[in-house]
């Protein structure tokens, strides 16, 4: 009986400690997402993903070979899809990416490139669970593909040319008010155009 007392005194006080540690975490951030998570919470949070992973994604060899098409079809895709939280060239480095709590990772870096194609397809299709990246799965196997070309594009951000960073800003989604800057300056720029 004195055991279980003892042990069960082991559990709450374990559990107050805790409530208190979450209290002082809360109210010493507020939650923000200004900050940048600690060395700690930043190896607990690498630590849970790569534990979340199952060692069959882990594994898995991207199934599309490389090529300049499938490059190119991967950096259409990332333009369209992840440039606004990762920026064209991987860096994270935009207003959506710094606002995420933890920000949009520079994915050119080991971090990231560290990762196992399985595993960078993984975070694609599943997302990444407290943060902002989604799962972007539509089920289909041609969402699949893009995922796959999206690793090999992954792969390839470090060699980025200014021609395919030029290439890729006309992939950006814009903005309606972006779309209405551009036709009324195209207006404006025809009305003094002879007929």
């Known amino acids: 009986m004195r055991a279980f007392r003892f042990a069960l005194l082991g559990v709450v006080s374990t559990a107050v400690i805790l409530a208190v540690a979450g209290v002082v975490y809360l109210k010493s951030t507020g939650l923000s997402t200004r900050g940048e998570p600690g060395r700690i919470e930043t ?9 979340a992973i199952p060692s069959s994604a882990r594994a898995l060899q991207n199934p ?9 079809e991967g950096m259409a895709h ?11 060239d991987g860096s994270g480095k935009t207003e959506m990416g710094q606002g995420l709590f933890p920000k949009a990772p520079d994915m050119r870096l080991p971090a ?3 990762l196992s194609d399985g595993e960078l397809f993984y975070v694609i299709e599943h997302g990444i669970r407290f943060t902002g990246m989604p799962g972007w799965s539509t089920g289909t196997a041609a969402g699949e593909q893009s995922s796959w070309h999206l690793v090999h ?8 040319t200014p021609e395919e960073l030029d290439a890729m800003k006309d992939r950006n989604p814009r903005s309606p008010q972006e779309i209405r800057l551009e036709l009324e300056e195209e207006r404006f720029l025809n009305e003094g155009a002879p007929q």
């Not at 190896?43 to 534990?51: N, T």
């Open 43 to 51: 190896a607990m949070a690498r630590a849970a993903r790569s534990m």
């Open 78 to 88: 990332y333009a369209d899809h992840c440039a606004v939280c990762h920026a064209n």
């Open 64 to 72: 599309v070979a490389v090529s300049s098409d499938v490059i190119a």
């Open 112 to 114: 990231t490139q560290g």
């Open 153 to 160: 594009f992954m792969r390839h951000l470090s060699k980025l």
